[in-house]
């Protein structure tokens, strides 16, 4: 009997050797990492999965998405590790069979915190342990700075049971093949699918499904329940599952589910990823037109009234079917239980999530909820919106305050030499761009205490210039509703202004630009104008910001001066091959002087001979900010130096003290 029991036992152990197989992803060679398929990094460098695409070696698939930094292979001196960042993801997948073990083999033991999303998970000793049975199991990094893999191996087991045949399905139960046929059926129905869906979405007893038609068009259901397996995004369900048909508070779905096999393919991203609807909550929210169990998205949208039960409401800025604007609302509920930001009901969102109907009213279960991350200026000044809700997501640098009855206005810049150009998506390259600093006004609407505590302010924190945009197009000034954070122990660097002199170069200033002026000062029928010498270009002047200059001025009529000054536009530019107005002009076209009014802040120079044959005693020195403060002493950030010759001329520098 001992000689039966052994030689039964050799069989068993050598048919379960050709039921499983054990996979290994290698991250800690240059060998491993090219054999699975991908790039080996260089010295320094990382290779980010999510870039390079899932990769598949025997039979298991490897995904990622990234987290805090892009989950990759790096290489730090020739030492190759796997680096999962915080909320970073690796899921391995097997379209056929089950994954019945992994092993984690870290390459550095401390901040190894990684969870599995099903089965059992342990760490000891800088090993990871999973055990279980499921074709995909994601795991998500929820530790500070970053996990380092060496390697992974992945136990997987052929067996793929399908529908239970000891437990046969009833021949004379409802088939159906279509999700919208499934809609049609009377509740109560039990029935048969009998064709392939995929997931778009799994929480707990939620499971949401797709199908495309005939046409293309898609398809969405909700499955209700435990269908007894976890599925990755886009896994494709095979035929065969079973459920019961009921409408609950208006909104249709599945019930008792059962007979789910394994995935038998995975769909890409484009599959599952959710419709952008931003612009369009007018239609979504409306019950009519079916967006129930759909994965939508909503960019720039407000949020308000958040409850400690998860209810909120979402706001959308929209305009209707006839281009008027208006205002749509939708409730949410905190279906999921994640986490909320600090909602800010001034600050605009993206929100992902899944709608639903409950009573008659669409509602949205939030997958994840993003705070607005600001648009960089230059984009904002050539490709903005007027009415538009604008957070600036750069560091800016004030240049300029005025204070003139209404005009409570600071104006700033973001002085950027170069701009990163991403238009990846609509031309297929991103670049690096040679740029000019951008200008833009913060109007402070007559808002004395709040003019006050920005203009004290030398630089502005990304993220804390929030207002609406307007004037666009000429002069444009984000209206202000908070006060910007300044950045501390940060200097005001050396600001590029540029100078025009108008017997030599042509303007190229853009509205609202802060820079130096350079004519002949004369009245023509009783107004001010800055001309070429040959009193032939003229640029208006206007004294609204500092009248006190025009009686200083008018006594020196003919004088050449230099002026601090605002370039303000007077009218839209004609439209450039694109359509949209140009808001920065290329042009030697002396006409175009006569386009734009200044706004003098200080007088820098002011000479009735040639600046440069100047070799006289300096008799006099003030300091200019281009704020317009005067002072006989250097004053913080940028000066304009004047110096005061013998004969009354003027020569002015500048510099940073």
Known sequence: MNRFFSTFLMAFTAFFVLQAAEVTFDFSSAEG????????????????????????????????????????????????????????????????????????????????????????????????????????????????????????????????????????????????????QLAALPDGTEFQFTSDVYVNYQWNEFLWVMQLDGEGYALAGLIYGDPGKQYQLGAVIPAGWTGKKITYKGLVEVTEPAHFANAKDILDWDYYSAFDCTGYMHEVANPGMGWANFKVFFDGVHLSQVDSRGNFTITSHETDDEGNPIDVTMAGFNKMGIDYPDVDPTEVYGIEGMMTIYNGKMELYPIIITGDPGTKLWKVVYEGEDGTYYKLNDTLFVAAAVNAGDKKMVFVTDNVDEIYYDTYAEWGYAEWMAWYPDWIALDCSGNEALYNELA???VLAPGTVKGVLNDCQTNPRLVLNSVPDGLEDVELPMLTL?????????????????????????????????????????????????????????????????????????????ENREGAPMRRIH??????????????????????????????????VKYISPAGIISQQPQDGVNIVVKTHSDGTRTTTKRMH
């Open 33 to 180: 990492i090219a054999a699975m398929g991908y790039a080996v990094p260089d010295q320094g460098a990382g290779t980010n999965l999510t870039q390079e695409g899932p990769v598949t070696v025997q039979g298991v698939t490897l995904s990622a998405t990234d987290g805090a930094t892009a989950t990759r292979i790096w290489n730090s001196q020739g030492s190759y590790t796997l680096r999962i960042y915080v909320d970073g993801t690796i899921t391995l997948t097997v379209a056929e069979g089950s994954i019945t073990g992994v092993t984690v083999n870290a390459a550095n033991t401390s901040n190894f915190d990684l969870l599995a999303d099903v089965g059992d998970y342990s760490v000891a000793a800088g090993v990871g342990t999973w055990t279980g049975s499921a074709s995909s199991v994601t795991f998500t990094h929820v530790g500070t700075k970053n996990a380092q893999v060496a390697s992974l191996v992945v136990t997987t087991s052929s067996d793929n049971p399908g529908t239970d045949p000891e437990d046969p399905i009833d021949p004379n139960i409802e088939k159906v093949d279509s999700l919208y």
């Open 456 to 458: 004290e302010l030398e």
């Open 498 to 574: 540029f100078q025009y002199d108008l017997s030599e170069d042509y303007i190229a200033a853009l509205g609202h630009e802060v820079g130096r002026a350079d004519g002949y000062f004369f009245y023509r029928d009783g107004q001010p104008y800055l001309c070429s010498e040959q009193d032939t270009v003229v640029v208006k002047l206007n004294f609204d910001y500092a009248p006190a200059l025009e009686a200083e001025m008018a006594a020196k009529e003919g004088f050449k001066y230099g002026l601090l000054c605002v370039f303000t536009l007077d009218e839209a530019w004609e």
């Open 587 to 620: 042009t030697t076209d002396e006409d175009y002087f006569t386009n734009y009014t200044i706004y003098p802040l200080a007088v820098i120079s002011c000479a009735a001979v040639d600046e440069t044959t100047i070799d006289k005693q300096v008799v006099d």
